[in-house]
């Protein structure tokens, strides 16, 4: 257990470095201040200047569009305490290797996969602002892909459309917690998808949006040969203080002998206690999918007849961010996800689906300088699946990332 006291001891120490951050002094009060105001005159210049909005980087020449680069370089350094975790980089607690099964005790792993770079531009039309995003990074599931580009986002949005790769309009980010670790807490919807989007309403009030994706996942099998795209209805609404959220879903899977369809409900909320606190929770129940929710079985098809199982999936994340100042912030998130029907899944090394997963991050990331965060996370996890058999995770994750 030295090590879970070790990254116990260095969460303790980033928070208490950035409480002394945060006793700044008055001098450095008004030097904020002053690039506060500066910040806020240039992104009043730019809109004057038909630019765009405030997140324009640099004009193009001859041009009305404005081009923002970004990105980050990342590095994570990962350590198993107890049973090594599954053969990727990051959290998959759905394939946990079981216990017993598992003779391998402590794993440490460097990576820098996470980085990623992308742009974005904004041009003024006759429409509205005209925006466009293509990110990517480095990390690609699996050991046998390592360091490979992978596209992230590629779309274009403009008048209330959106068309091209982003994350799922069934995807709640606004109650997602924010982990150290790159896959985030179990239970959640989590999926970019190429769609058709179209959304309408006051974002700072109530909008309603409806989306035909792309219904192929992650293993293709019963997602390849569809004929209708996923479909996802999704209402927003906003109140002083905080948010919630209604998604629908409804998908298609295909073997050589059946066609069935399945859905999913998502409910979201989220409420700003003060301004230094935080709680969101976020709720779906997904049927036969195995990407629409973190860690779900998902559905399996047998390969005599085309009989099509479906999994019933229910996901519950719940989180806590606390932002004491601008240099430190701190989250705590609960992941959850439960199965219903055992598939028998192909891919499960183990040949038994998931009854129970549960997941619980802890984390602190501290900025001593602009663009350069630091980040400390213990990760505990526990599987069990319709056998009764248990996989246990204890992982601790370091990282550090240099944004642009």
Known sequence: MNAPLALVGLIVLIATAGAAQGQTTSKDDEIRQLRERLEQVEGKLAKAEGGGDSRSGFRLPGLATALRLYGYAEAHVIHDVGASGPNDLFTDLSMQPLDKDQPQRGKTRFTAESSRLGFETSTPTGLGVFLTQVEADFYSYGAGNRNRLRLRHAYGEVAGFLIGQTWSTFMDLDDLPETVDFNGPIGAPFSRRTQVRYSFGDPQAARFTVALEDPTDQYGGGSSNEKLPQIVLRLDKRFDGGA??????????????????????????????????????????????????????????????????????????????????????TGLALGVNRGKTSTSHPIDKTGLDNQRLTQIHASAIYSPLKNIELGAELIVGRKVDFAGDTGKMQRVDVMVRYSF
Do not use: C
Not at 290 to 302: C, F, P, T
């Open 244 to 329: 919630v959220n209604l998604r629908l879903l409804e998908h298609e899977k295909r073997s050589f002998s059946q066609t069935r369809r399945g859905m999913g409900v998502g409910v979201g909320a989220n409420v700003q206690v003060s301004k230094q606190h935080l709680l969101m929770v976020q709720y779906a129940q997904v049927t036969g999918d195995v990407d629409q929710l973190y860690g779900s079985n998902g559905y399996a098809i047998d390969a005599a007849t085309g009989a099509i199982t479906f999994d019933k999936n229910r996901g519950l994340v719940a989180g806590w961010a606390y932002q004491p100042n601008d240099h430190l912030r």
